[in-house]
């Protein structure tokens, strides 16, 4: 019934960082690293590397630098049948700040990037992986990029990289079935070294859903969040993707524990879900941002009507700037 | 961009009286009918018609009922341009509470019934479509249902009746895309004389996108909810619905507006949406009501482990029964 191509990547603290400037206890962070370790899952990402020179520690959480040490602290020297990685931005992290794999806790990196900026997340995956690791590309926003481009950027990482896989990461949840079978097609078709990926995000109530999409067109490499945490309305919630997959190598009974344990109380401090607001971005293809900066006014949050026609008049100047 | 031939039917207040007996306040189901006429929304059903002598007033709310004169109060001798209607279901309502057409203000009603009860569903149907009604069959628990038989009872209701559509209910939000595709199939296959309709629910996060499936293999009636409100995980959401659908007679904003106006209020009173004991639920292709009742269960509400454990070894049967 299972496909053992098929690899799963649990983002829930970088994902979930998002919504708190990454500002998690390692006590949580370890509870969650050792329910997912336990669960199977093949990759962890615990956070992004990114250099505190540009972001101030007083500001951000640990899961915003995701420091060797800290990563350390958290499996306490123990051998982690998960593989754990970081997630880096372009221009955010610098080459110091990555240390030879052979001397970190770390198995992997995503390079995350707009399709603009596909040579420098090229260069930055190739320094990645001649440092050991295994590396990943993300193309963000994938829901506005022109097919002619996507294409060739696909050629371009395919032949220039050795990454694992490149990943479609459908930023603002402007995705469906046909869409999604579209993105992987051209992934599969121009991608002949390397496997496909897929990133959901949930502000359509189809996070799960274009994940299935993108599997039953090839998708190998999949990401998921436990109980769906992330900005705005959240991704692909990893207890229905392990329920799904039925790979007799995933458990779901740790993911059970560790939201009853963990995430049921989360959920009362931070919010993440599907809500108007984000339904609204989602259905017109745009960034989230403007609905979670609307979230967060106390007198507008859910004045649904307000935002709909703001961002469908030329008011929505106003509210994107 | 859009399908003409597609109908939509909210089921709101019919749907959504599954979590409270159908206690909503005249003044609440105005707005919402107001909404709903008013977003361009082809059918509305209020509610069940039961019989009082079956299901006491004292116990259950208006809406359980939905008599003709509870209409005429909704709709304030106004005509409206949506087609009102209720549900019923086999061995709960009598032939005299169904006064002919021409005398009440509905002008649809739908049979609810389980594959086994197919004979007595078409001669309900029958009697309704004599009685100058628009009539419809829903088949409930439709992921449990043998193929063969399913084919058969569909030709029958096929050739033995006038039904304007034959719903295709997935009662425990088991299906995902590739069993809705199937299943559309079947019905399209052996449906020669009428139109076939999808109603889904919401455990796996799959309600909206497996009624996006339907309309992708040709089913042209859809049933949703505002705001996805439903029994246990709830309905496809009838925002989402109307806006992917892109017909120019729908408009989203009367929706919007009674979200923000009715429906983030009656959540704090009331709950439906994803959970994992639904999901648990879900997965395992189950009707929700173990689940609902572990929620109901403050001490239990939140221990999802145990009650998945319970749900999947023999103890199940403690739970179940």
Redesign the interface.
Known sequence: MYRKEIKVTDCTIRDGGLINKWQFSHDLVRTVYEAVNCSGVDYMELGYRASAKIFSPKEYGTWRFTRDQDVREIICNSEPKIKLGVMVDIGRVEEDDILPCSESPLDFIRVATYLKDVDKAIDLANHCHEKGYESFINIMAISTAPFFELEEAIRQIDSETEVVAVNIVDSFGGL???SVHKLVEIFKTHLLRHETGFHAH?N???????T??AI?KGANYLDATIS?IGRGAGNC?L??LL??LKNPQYS??PV??V??DVF?DLRQEIEWGYL?PY?ITG?LNEHPRTAIAWRQDPEKR????DF??KMTTPECYEIKN
């Open positions: 469906w079935s046909e949930n359509q109530q189809l996070g799960f859903a274009n299935i999409e039953r769906g919630p207890e229905l329920s799904f779901l009974e059970l524990q939201i009853e049921v108007i339904m259905v859910d004045r649904y009507l709909f026609q």
